[in-house]
């Protein structure tokens, strides 16, 4: 969805350029991102006279549908900001913008009370709140205990003490203890990974936020890689030296005599020692195949380890897209091959990146920029136009007319949806609202 500001209203436009409503806003502020079929904008509610006889506009935020129908506002007095739209567990999180406190709301817009002994809450999702108790908390100089709340069934699920509680997944959330150990832990607060191991990664709380993934790996007092699958259960009884790379169903690691194998999702060996000295780092994409190298050559091997496309064709660069390999010779001719190592369209190409939710491959020849679908069908030519961003429905392009910046917005199928807003509709402003507001920048 893209939204354009017009005279001071927000309008909000599909991936053909069409119209799909019109939200009334105040003039200074930016619809927040599309979560839930929802999008968040501040929207007149009503007008009121002031002292003068005055009109008064009155804004609230809202949750809006893609009809444009309100669908969520919250029925609070003072000033809110909407931290999180309705989730999963019929919740929404705002914070009073005077005290900066969180306000919890449920589906109706009702305002829901937290237990009266909590404090320092933090939201989990799921409905699930994180507090310190008031009786908790008189010790200022020991760390104190926590307690995990369930806000629908509004019972404590279990107390305890830990540094951080990322959000649950599939019943499942990391842990990290005062001692700033990792593990994982259920709702019921059962350890299913012993909090004894470190971050594989040095963004400690983005990793923490919430396991997404049918697998994750943490790392031993050794400083070995150890895997474990979403019910926390660890693969096999091994650790690596190397981070594993996980990738659809199969997992390549390097054992101890300096060779990958691929192990399946019970720790079983699948393909024992495929390939020598190999610093594979994309792993096996959607399609189950993979690109190796060896001797400074690349080749492209199956689930089982047989090379579907040998070194022997002698390509020396190599780019792994989650529908496709690419490979070249010289980094301008590319070949794109599809799960059973045939070639489905080459491409002349000076620079070539994948990038982007939709899978989208850029590249430019002769100064010409264009747009490639991951799986080779759709090739998009783009002229001139210079690459801003590619979101999960629009790519952004730009050109520079004079002063100006002028940008354009396609959607997947390379058809441009709206161009220069300022000529051609008389817009100040234009932007593409995503899911949470995710956008993919490819430089």
Same mark, same amino acid.
């Given at each position: 969805m893209l939204c354009a500001r017009i005279e001071g209203l927000w309008h909000f436009y599909d991936t053909n350029g069409k119209e799909m409503f019109e939200a009334n806003t105040v003039r200074a502020t930016l619809p927040q991102g599309w979560v839930n079929g929802c999008v968040s904008v501040l929207q007149v509610t009503n007008a009121m006279p002031d002292s003068s006889q005055s009109i008064v506009p009155v804004f609230s935020r809202v949750l809006l549908d893609t009809k444009g129908k309100v669908v969520f506002e919250p029925k609070v007095t003072v000033p809110y900001r909407i931290i999180t739209p309705v989730d999963a567990a019929g919740y929404a999180l705002l914070t009073n913008m005077e005290t900066g406190e969180f306000m919890l709301c449920d589906k109706t817009?009702?305002?829901?009370?937290?237990?009266?002994?909590?404090?320092?809450?933090?939201?989990?999702?799921?409905?699930?709140?994180?507090?310190?108790?008031?009786?908790?908390?008189?010790n200022e100089d020991v760390s104190p205990f926590k307690t995990l709340y369930d806000m629908k069934q509004k019972k404590a699920l279990f107390r305890g003490k830990w540094e951080f509680l990322g959000d649950f997944h599939n019943g499942i959330a990391f842990i990290n203890d005062t001692l700033h150990r990792l593990g994982a832990i259920n709702?019921?607060?059962?350890?299913?990974?012993?909090?004894?191991?470190?971050?594989?990664?040095?963004?400690?709380?983005?990793?923490?936020?919430?396991?997404?993934?049918?697998?994750?790996?943490?790392?031993?007092?050794?400083?070995?890689?150890v895997i474990f699958n979403k019910?926390?259960?660890?693969?096999? @009884? +091994?650790?690596?030296?190397?981070?594993?790379?996980?990738? !659809?169903?199969?997992?390549?690691?390097? #054992?101890? *005599?300096k060779e990958w194998y691929i192990i399946d999702n019970k720790g079983n060996i699948v393909a024992p020692h495929l390939w020598?000295?190999?610093?594979?780092?994309?792993?096996?994409?959607?399609?189950?195949?993979?690109?190796?190298s060896q001797d400074e050559l690349y080749a492209i091997i199956n689930p089982k380890g047989e090379q579907i496309v040998g070194? @022997? +064709?002698?390509?020396?660069?190599?780019?792994?897209?989650? !529908?496709?390999?690419?490979?070249?010779? #010289?980094? *301008?001719?590319?070949?794109?091959?599809?799960?059973?190592?045939?070639?489905?369209?080459?491409?002349?190409?000076?620079?070539?990146?994948?990038?982007?939710?939709?899978?989208?491959?850029?590249?430019?020849?002769?100064?010409?920029?264009?747009?490639?679908?991951?799986?080779?069908?759709?090739?998009?030519?783009?002229?001139?136009?210079?690459?801003?961003?590619?979101?999960?429905?629009?790519?952004?392009?730009?050109?520079?007319?004079?002063?100006?910046?002028?940008?354009?917005?396609?959607?997947?199928?390379?058809?441009?949806?709206?161009?220069?807003?300022?000529?051609?509709?008389?817009?100040?402003?234009?932007?593409p609202v995503q899911p949470e507001a995710k956008c993919y920048v490819p430089f």
């Open positions: 817009g009702e305002v829901v009370d937290f237990p009266s002994n909590a404090t320092n809450i933090n939201y989990k999702k799921e409905g699930l709140i994180e507090f310190v108790a008031k009786e908790d908390s008189v709702r019921k607060g059962e350890i299913l990974v012993p909090t004894r191991y470190k971050c594989p990664l040095d963004d400690e709380y983005m990793f923490m936020t919430e396991i997404e993934t049918e697998y994750f790996i943490l790392m031993d007092s050794s400083d070995e890689y019910n926390g259960k660890q693969l096999g @009884d +091994k650790s690596f030296a190397q981070q594993p790379v996980i990738s !659809s169903n199969f997992i390549s690691v390097w #054992d101890d *005599e020598k000295n190999n610093q594979n780092t994309e792993g096996f994409n959607a399609l189950g195949i993979a690109a190796i070194f @022997d +064709k002698g390509y020396k660069y190599a780019l792994t897209s989650p !529908s496709s390999i690419f490979l070249s010779k #010289d980094e *301008e001719e590319w070949d794109v091959f599809n799960a059973k190592g045939k070639i489905i369209r080459s491409i002349s190409a000076v620079s070539m990146l994948p990038f982007g939710n939709n899978h989208y491959t850029q590249f430019s020849l002769q100064e010409q920029n264009g747009l490639m679908s991951d799986d080779g069908k759709v090739v998009i030519p783009l002229g001139n136009y210079a690459f801003s961003t590619i979101c999960d429905d629009f790519f952004e392009t730009k050109e520079t007319v004079g002063d100006n910046i002028i940008y354009q917005y396609w959607n997947p199928l390379g058809k441009m949806v709206l161009k220069n807003p300022i000529q051609d509709m008389g817009a100040d402003w234009i932007i």
